[in-house]
């Protein structure tokens, strides 16, 4: 199997991949990879109370765990921020693999969700900016106004987003990025021994042997004596409590209220708020645009099909192989 590339650069209003040619990884630095609402904040936690074995983080998540390619801070400064970080470092990106570092020393995280889910969670996510932030968006789009030009209608907006292409290498994706497209370039190498998934799916079901499955691959001994603390600090109502320390950008004032940000998991609520011709839109596309295992992994979680599961193992470098 062939290593992943870097063959594109994402740039949009709010972020620039170009961001990652001033970051040097270091050995055995996490970089958790999501797209949009699809579990990025939930897996960040999860990776920095593995790495501290404490509730109680040395800084608010917001600020110690960095999106690298977020415009709203330099580069310099985040940069900056991470390099003084003594232990593993843990790096937020919403960049599809072809468009970031490939190390084989550092580890991918991976989380997926079902995208319709993930897009009824960024209808909420855009309502939930703060006046600054709307401020700075339509600042980048050189446009007068007090909100965002996009419809709140979810109905309105998901056919767009399921057919306009966000780059011209894309199916779909616009305004906020592609699910399809982001998990299609992970998924191709899912046997790299340093890439691992995880699902909303099985965390919700079952958040204590996910966190064990993690633990091994990240290969963070686990104490008995601290794990129940540990698994209680990343369940959903533990994270909302400390909304100003988890959410995203709360350091930035980016939302308008951070314990929002965790408002609800919109778990199956597409079947309720999208049209039956925007079901049956999905329904027809995403068969189309992805191979049957990652469809029912991406919808399902593990359980559903397992990624790394039915090939043999060869050897990437002599520290990581492929399954």
């Not at 790495?51 to 690298?68: D, E, K």
């Not at 966000?166 to 992970?186: H, I, L, N, T, V």
Request: glycine share 6%.
């Amino acid at each position: 199997m062939s290593t992943p590339e870097r063959t594109h650069t994402y740039a949009g209003l709010i972020y620039d991949s170009a961001r990652w040619d001033q970051f040097t990884l270091r050995d055995g630095d996490i970089i958790v990879c999501t797209p949009p609402k699809s579990g990025t904040t939930w897996t960040q936690m999860l990776c920095a109370l593995l790495v501290h074995q404490s509730a109680t983080l040395p800084q608010p998540l917001t600020r110690l765990s960095r999106w690298l390619e977020r415009l709203a801070q330099p580069i310099e400064e985040v940069v900056a921020d991470f390099d003084a970080q003594p232990f593993r470092r843990v790096i937020k990106t919403h960049t599809p693999l072809d468009g970031i570092p490939f190390d084989p020393r550092a580890i991918y995280v991976v989380c997926g969700r079902d995208p319709r889910d993930a897009f009824l969670s960024m209808m909420d996510h855009l309502d939930n900016f703060s006046d600054e932030t709307v401020a700075e968006i339509m600042g980048r789009l050189r446009a007068q106004g007090e909100s965002l030009p996009f419809p709140k209608d979810p109905n309105l907006l998901f056919p767009v987003w399921m057919t306009t292409p966000e780059k011209p290498w894309m199916d779909d994706g616009f305004p906020w990025g592609s699910a399809f497209y982001y998990m299609r370039s992970f998924w191709k190498f899912r046997r790299l021994s340093n890439i691992v998934f995880l699902h909303y799916v099985d965390l919700s079901d079952d958040l204590d042997a996910e966190m064990r499955r993690l633990s091994a691959f990240l290969k963070i001994p686990i104490d008995e004596a601290r794990w129940p603390s540990l698994v209680a600090a990343a369940r959903f109502d533990a994270m909302k409590a400390i909304g100003d320390e988890a959410a995203p950008g709360a350091h930035l004032g980016e939302w308008r209220d951070a314990t929002a940000f965790f408002k609800t998991a919109r778990r199956g609520q597409w079947r309720d708020a999208l049209s039956p011709a925007n079901q049956a839109l999905y329904d027809r596309l995403s068969v189309q645009r992805l191979e049957p295992r990652l469809k029912a992994w991406l919808e399902g979680g593990r359980r559903a099909a397992d990624p790394k599961a039915g090939a043999p193992e060869e050897q990437l470098g002599d520290r990581h192989s492929l399954e």
